[in-house]
């Protein structure tokens, strides 16, 4: 049988076989190889759960799309559990089959009901597998689905409180909108109380980042939708909750699929992260392109600098991706560029001119200064992003209408 031709770029699928015979899931395996696609096999002889975790190679858990087939006869209630833990896994890219030998009608609603949306009933069929497969394909084009990551995530992290990570991370994402028109999400990853609402001058509270990530398993397009708020720029952002207390830890596996899956739906998703190497934060560096590690030139930043970079640089990964901003640089400063250097045995990748007093009006009128406003700072941030898009600035469009000084309070 001559492969299945279509028109699209080669996607990459894992192709998963959760408790069926060898001989089945090589049948499996033999049509799914017809198909024009990049597959990474994962046979599971047994049923599979967040406690049975199976050891996935990282080709299957990085791929694009997933086909799993689940058999629903053996035990339905652990397939129910399986098909459910795939599907959060996969962060909703998983389209899940059940394979049952009865043509029971509750079987089939059960199955569906566990987010199966194709059903093989009966005895193996590979004619009727092959349509299932150039319907999921078919599926898959029409929604885009590429074989490589489109979207860039750069995270902003300070070396202490104070030195201005939530304001940098404000300005370049709204620059990375205005002055190129790039797509992109402001993830403000503070477990509470963050500010990048109140800088942008924007209402976030009705629902925040870390309830995205818990909500993993229904994550689509749609329903992040329903999560976001949007600058008068155009700069999408989801927000930190903006009370005290009843904070639930995120699960890093969670965030780094959630992560996942937001690079896909934008150009650039930017992330301001509290100062903590905690499990949540080093997941969130681990699926950067870029970190930025953000210090002012005075003595506790910089030993506070020096051991976040000693601290990173023990995983090889982050070796290249870490950069180093001084903020708030000022030639007055007793610590200089090259002794900070010399301190963190790294070079500084970008240095920021002292604007604190036009920085903090800033934050209190909820506006963040314009690039069209000629100053040392906007500068310096257009100069920042146009390096990291790799090209001139665009077009400007008009500057927001001016706020309340106190729209915050809102």
Not at 169 to 177: D, E, F, G, P, T
Not at 356 to 361: F, K, L, S
Not at 390 to 399: I, M
């Amino acid at each position: 049988m001559t492969p299945i031709q279509y028109n699209s770029s080669i996607p990459s699928v894992a192709l998963i076989t959760v408790s069926l015979d060898h001989k089945v899931a090589d049948q499996v395996a033999e049509v799914a190889s017809r198909m024009l696609w990049a597959i990474h096999r994962a046979d599971c002889e047994g049923y599979i759960s967040a406690v049975k975790r199976p050891p996935f190679p990282q080709p299957v858990k990085s791929a694009n799309c997933c086909v799993a087939i689940i058999d629903f006869d053996k035990d339905i209630e652990q397939a129910i559990v399986a098909a459910a833990y795939i599907q959060e896994m996969f962060g909703g890219k998983a389209a899940l089959i059940a394979l049952s030998a009865s043509q029971d009608p509750d079987i089939l609603l059960r199955a569906m009901r566990a987010g199966c949306t194709e059903f093989i009933g009966g005895e193996f069929d590979e004619t009727g597998f092959s349509d299932t497969l150039v319907r999921l394909n078919t599926q898959w084009n029409t929604k885009k689905v590429r074989s490589t990551v489109r979207g860039s995530v750069v995270t902003f992290f300070g070396a202490k409180g104070g030195v201005g990570t939530s304001t940098l991370a404000v300005h370049l994402a709204m620059y990375l909108v205005q002055c190129h028109q790039k797509k992109t999400l402001l993830i403000d990853n503070h477990p509470e109380l963050g500010h990048v609402c109140i800088y942008l001058g924007i209402d976030g509270s009705r629902y925040h980042f870390h309830e995205l990530v818990r909500n993993l398993s229904r994550l689509d397009s749609e329903l992040l939708r329903g999560y976001i708020a949007t600058h008068s720029s155009g700069l999408e952002v989801l927000s930190s909750p903006d009370i005290c207390g009843g904070r639930k830890p995120a699960d890093p596996e969670a965030m780094a699929q959630t992560l996942d899956f937001l690079r896909g739906e934008y150009d650039f998703v930017v992330v301001d992260c509290p100062t903590s190497l905690d499990e949540t934060n080093l997941a969130v560096i681990e699926a950067s392109n870029q970190v930025y590690l953000i210090a002012t030139p005075e003595i506790g930043a910089v030993r506070d600098l020096s051991r976040h970079v000693d601290s990173l640089s023990q995983g090889e990964q982050n070796v290249d991706k870490v950069k180093v901003v001084i903020n708030r640089f000022s030639a007055q400063h007793a610590v200089s560029i090259e002794q900070i250097e010399k301190a963190i045995r790294l070079p500084v990748t970008i240095k920021l001119p002292n604007s604190y007093a036009d920085v903090v009006r800033s934050g209190i009128l909820g506006e963040p200064i314009s690039p069209k406003v000629k100053t040392d700072f906007s500068t310096q941030i257009l100069k920042w992003v146009s390096g990291l898009v790799g090209a001139a600035p665009a077009t400007e469009e008009a500057a927001p209408a001016k706020k309340s000084i106190f729209a915050f309070l809102k």
